[in-house]
């Protein structure tokens, strides 16, 4: 019987294999078509700094508009991307379109910083310096209304070399941002070794931290840390109007997520950036006896 479930598991597993690599290839054609076709878009999502009540910027997070699948959200294709060696091509895409939107915004008077997200596999080599460097040169755009979001995968490959590159990048006078902090291995030990300027508390923190004393204390501590290594703190996947009165009642008030608005197409960022209207009166201001 061993024997024979054996045999099926292999029968199953060649399957699978089959037609693992069939979509692979297939999505590897699509990919670099969907690039040249204008269906790989930039999608913005604000950071709100609830206490100067500006908008801080946004983040850019990409989306496929298949023609056949539809609307398609970053980790259904970025995975294959990343195994197909096609992720630069697509985030070099949105480099270029974030500069150029930055840009655009800046030159309306809106300064907004635009950030995007970088795939780890890019810490294996320099390129994505010299792509970061080329987007701003033909683009015009101050490095100062870039940032580029990092996670922990940075530093799986090549550590070296990955620090020298952040370090790179930052030279260039690029925000850094610390993705998805307080869900990984060693995330101290990066904030140490790298130069950030932002960390971004991971959003499984925000869904506990009106319920969950053991959340709470854990967002309490990070905010201390970040307080003492002077790096900013993003709160992401803020939903509810409540868990921002929480965020901005210890100190932390740059806040991004669906509570605001969720990512959406520029037109539509636009027309919420127009509407924006900042809370008329502060609900915690009692508590910081600091200003
Ligand atoms: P991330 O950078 O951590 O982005 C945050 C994710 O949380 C986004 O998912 C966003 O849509 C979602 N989100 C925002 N506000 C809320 C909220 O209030 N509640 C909840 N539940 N979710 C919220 P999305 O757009 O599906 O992106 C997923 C991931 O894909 C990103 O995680 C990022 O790691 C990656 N990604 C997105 N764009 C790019 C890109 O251009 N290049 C690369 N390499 N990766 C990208
Ligand atoms: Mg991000
Ligand atoms: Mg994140
Ligand atoms: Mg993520």
Redesign the pocket.
């Given at each position: 019987a061993a024997k024979e479930s054996g045999k099926n598991q292999y029968k199953i597993f060649h399957t699978d294999m089959e037609a693992t690599s069939k979509h692979r290839l297939m999505v590897q054609n699509d990919l670099r078509s969907a690039i040249k076709q204008g269906e790989i878009q930039l999608?913005y999502?604000p950071q709100v700094n609830v206490r100067s009540h500006e908008v801080y910027g946004c983040?850019?997070?990409?989306r496929w508009r298949h023609p056949k699948h539809g609307l398609l959200?970053?980790?259904l294709f970025?995975p294959h991307a990343e195994e197909s060696g096609l992720?630069p091509l697509?985030?070099y895409y949105?480099i270029e379109g974030a500069c150029r939107q930055a840009k655009e915004w800046l030159d309306e008077g809106l300064d907004l910083v635009v950030s995007?997200?970088?795939?780890g596999l890019h810490f294996r080599d320099r390129k994505v310096v010299d792509a970061l460097r080329r987007a701003l040169d033909i683009t015009g755009l101050p490095p100062n209304y870039l940032g580029v979001?990092l996670?922990e995968a940075v530093l799986i490959s090549d550590s070296e070399l990955a620090i020298q590159v952040v370090g790179e990048i930052k030279d260039l006078g690029i925000k850094i941002s610390l993705?998805?902090f307080g869900v990984g291995y060693s995330s101290l030990n990066y904030l140490r070794t790298l130069p950030f300027d932002v960390v971004?508390l991971d959003?499984s923190f925000i869904s506990g931290i009106l319920t969950s004393p053991q959340d709470q204390r854990l967002t309490e501590g990070i905010m201390n840390l970040a307080a003492s290594l002077q790096l900013d703190v993003v709160a992401?996947?803020?939903?509810s109007s409540e868990q921002a009165d929480y965020l901005q009642g210890i100190n932390c008030y740059l806040l991004?997520?669906?509570?605001f608005l969720?990512?959406r197409p520029k037109a539509e960022f636009e027309s919420w950036l127009a509407s924006w209207q900042p809370p008329s009166t502060p609900k915690r201001n009692l508590i910081f006896p600091f200003g």
């Open positions: 999608y999502q983040e850019v997070l990409v959200a970053p980790d970025i992720v697509i985030d949105v995007v997200n970088l795939s979001e996670t993705d998805d971004k959003k992401e996947g803020v939903e991004q997520g669906y509570f969720p990512p």
